[in-house]
C-alpha cells in the first residue's frame, strides 16, 4: 500500500528539517548568488552610501579607487542639505559642464606678446625713473639762498599785486672781483613781470643804476652764507649791492626802486660760464652781429657759431656798441648762453646717458644761484630773454635813465616817468608811452 509522501520541510520520518541557509545547497553546501541577487544588493547598498556619504567624500572616494589624488585642502565642507549634495546633471557628450566656463588653449602667439607687454612696460618705468633721478640731481644742483622778502615794507599795492609773479634775473659779470670800475661793469639785471591776468614785461635794470642800498647782511658766496648787517648807504650801483650782500640786497635794492614785491631770484654767474658750458661739450649761439671784445676774450661772427667753455665765457661777457643804447642785447647774449648749456643739461639724451646729469650738476653748481625757481622755470625764463623760442608775448621796457653817467659813473633814475612806468606794472595797466624798448634780435631759425 503506498503511502504518501511527507510534508515539504520534513523528513522521511515526519520529523520537520530546517531549510538550508540562504545561498547554501541542500548540503549546506554555499552557493554563488545569481546576477539577478547581486545587482539588486548593490543597488540597495549605494542608495545607502548616497543617502548618508556628502557629495564631496564621495567624489574624493571615487577618485582614490581611480588612482586620482585630488586636492580638497581647500575646499570649503558644504552643509547639509546644500545643492552641493545633490548629484550635479551629467553634461552632455562634447559640452562643457553646465555652469563652467570654458577655458581657451594656451596660444604661443599671445603668450609671447604678454611676455613683450611686460618686458617694454619695466623698460619704459626704469627710462622713466632715470630720467627723473638725472633731473633731480639738477635741480638739486641749483644753489639755493635766501634772498625774498615778501613782507617787505617797500612793497607798494601789495593787494593789487596778489597772484603776480616776478622773477629777479641777474647777469653777473665775470670779472667783478678784479675792482672793475663800477661804470665799467657788465653786470644784468631785469625783472620778468608776469601779472596774474595780463602782459608779461621784462623790465630791465642797468647796473650802472644809482640807488640808495638799504640795510644788508654780509654776503660770502663761497659758502653761501650771511653775516653781520651792513649799513645803508646812498648813491651806489645797483651791481654792487649784490657784491655786498648778495641776493637779498639785490632784491631788497629792486623792490625799494619799484615798489613790485619779487617772488622769484635767479643769479647766472658769468665767471662759471666756462665750467657749466664745458660740462655739456659746448653751447650754439646766435648772433645778430659780429661780437668782437678783444677786452673779455669775445670774437664770433654773425650767425650761428658753437662755443667751447671759454667763447662762451667771452661772448656773455663782451661789451658792444648796441650796448650803450640798451642792456637788453647784452641779457639776450649772457640768457642765449645760460639756455644753450642748461637746455642741453635738461634734455632727454643728456638725462639717459650715464654720467651726463652728474657731470652737468657741477657746472650748474658754479654758476647758479637761486630762490623760489626750479631749474625748469630757470630755462624757460632764459630761452624768453634771449628770444630763442621766437618773440614770443614778452614785452621789453627799460627803467628811465639818464643818457649819460654822472660825475660817479652812475645813471640817474628820471624819477617822474619812473614813477609812472612802476605804477603801471603794479597797477595792470598799459605802459606809459615811449616805454617799451626794442626788443633782443630773435635768435637763429
Same mark, same amino acid.
Given at each position: ?11 522521511? /520520518? ?38 548618508? @556619504? ?63 607687454? /611686460? ?8 627710462? =622713466? ?11 638739486? $644742483?641749483?644753489? *639755493?639762498?635766501?634772498?625774498?622778502? %615778501? ?43 608776469? %601779472?596774474?591776468? &595780463?602782459?608779461? !614785461? ?26 653781520? =648787517? ?9 651791481? =654792487?649791492?649784490?657784491?655786498?650782500? &648778495?641776493?637779498?640786497?639785490?632784491? /631788497?635794492? @629792486?623792490?625799494? +626802486? ?13 665767471? /662759471?660760464?666756462?665750467? +657749466? ?79 651726463? %646729469?652728474?657731470?652737468?650738476?657741477? &657746472?650748474? $653748481? ?40 654822472? *660825475?660817479?659813473?652812475?645813471?640817474? +633814475? ?14 595792470? *595797466? ?5 616805454? !617799451?624798448?626794442?626788443?633782443? %634780435?630773435?635768435?637763429?631759425?
Amino acid at each position: 500500500m503506498a503511502r504518501p509522501a511527507p510534508p515539504q520541510g520534513t523528513n522521511s /520520518g515526519g520529523v520537520a528539517r530546517p531549510a538550508p541557509p540562504q545561498g547554501t545547497d541542500s548540503g549546506g553546501v554555499a552557493r554563488p548568488a545569481s546576477a539577478a541577487h547581486r545587482s539588486a544588493a548593490d543597488s540597495r547598498v549605494t542608495e545607502v552610501f548616497d543617502a548618508i @556619504v556628502p557629495r564631496r567624500l564621495r567624489r574624493r572616494y571615487a577618485d582614490e579607487l581611480n588612482g586620482a589624488t585630488p586636492d580638497t585642502q581647500d575646499e570649503p565642507e558644504p552643509e547639509a542639505g546644500s545643492a552641493a549634495d545633490t548629484e550635479a546633471p551629467v553634461p552632455e557628450p562634447g559640452k562643457p559642464e553646465t555652469g563652467e566656463p570654458e577655458t581657451e588653449p594656451d596660444n604661443p602667439i599671445r603668450r609671447r606678446l604678454r611676455v613683450g607687454a /611686460g618686458i617694454l612696460a619695466l623698460v619704459v618705468l626704469a627710462v =622713466t625713473a632715470w630720467g627723473f633721478v638725472g633731473r633731480s640731481r639738477i635741480d638739486d $644742483a641749483v644753489r *639755493t639762498v635766501p634772498a625774498l622778502a %615778501p613782507t617787505s615794507d617797500a612793497i607798494l599795492d601789495a593787494a593789487a599785486q596778489a597772484g603776480d609773479r616776478n622773477v629777479l634775473v641777474l647777469g653777473l659779470a665775470a670779472d667783478r672781483a678784479n675792482n672793475v670800475p663800477d661804470a665799467a661793469r657788465t653786470d644784468t639785471a631785469v625783472l620778468v613781470h608776469q %601779472p596774474a591776468d &595780463g602782459q608779461a !614785461v621784462a623790465l630791465t635794470i642797468p647796473g650802472t643804476l644809482e640807488v640808495a642800498r638799504p640795510p644788508c647782511r654780509r654776503f660770502d658766496p663761497a659758502p653761501a652764507a650771511y653775516g653781520d =648787517t651792513v649799513p645803508a648807504e646812498s648813491r651806489v650801483a645797483l651791481a =654792487t649791492t649784490y657784491d655786498v650782500g &648778495g641776493p637779498e640786497c639785490a632784491v /631788497g635794492a @629792486v623792490q625799494q +626802486l619799484t615798489g613790485i614785491p619779487v617772488t622769484g631770484f635767479v643769479a647766472f654767474d658769468v665767471a /662759471g660760464a666756462d665750467g +657749466l658750458v664745458h660740462s655739456v661739450d659746448g653751447v650754439d649761439v646766435c648772433a645778430a652781429a659780429p661780437v668782437d671784445d678783444p677786452a673779455h676774450g669775445a670774437s664770433v661772427p654773425a650767425g650761428r657759431t658753437e662755443l667751447d667753455g671759454a667763447g662762451a665765457r667771452g661772448f656773455a661777457s663782451a661789451v658792444t656798441p648796441a650796448d650803450a643804447a640798451s642792456p637788453a642785447d647784452r641779457i639776450a647774449r649772457q640768457q642765449q648762453v645760460l639756455a644753450g648749456a642748461l637746455g642741453s643739461a635738461l634734455s632727454t639724451s643728456s638725462l639717459l646717458t650715464p654720467g651726463a %646729469p652728474g657731470q652737468a650738476a657741477q &657746472g650748474v $653748481a658754479g654758476s647758479l644761484v637761486a630762490d623760489g625757481v626750479s631749474a625748469g622755470e630757470i630755462l624757460s625764463l632764459a630761452r624768453q630773454l634771449a628770444g630763442t623760442d621766437g618773440p614770443g608775448d614778452l614785452i621789453f621796457s627799460q627803467a628811465p635813465v639818464s643818457p649819460a653817467p654822472n *660825475t660817479r659813473g652812475h645813471l640817474d +633814475l628820471q624819477r617822474s616817468d619812473a614813477r609812472k612806468l612802476f605804477a603801471a606794472l603794479r597797477e595792470h *595797466t598799459p605802459l606809459p608811452e615811449g616805454s !617799451v624798448a626794442p626788443a633782443p %634780435p630773435a635768435a637763429c631759425g
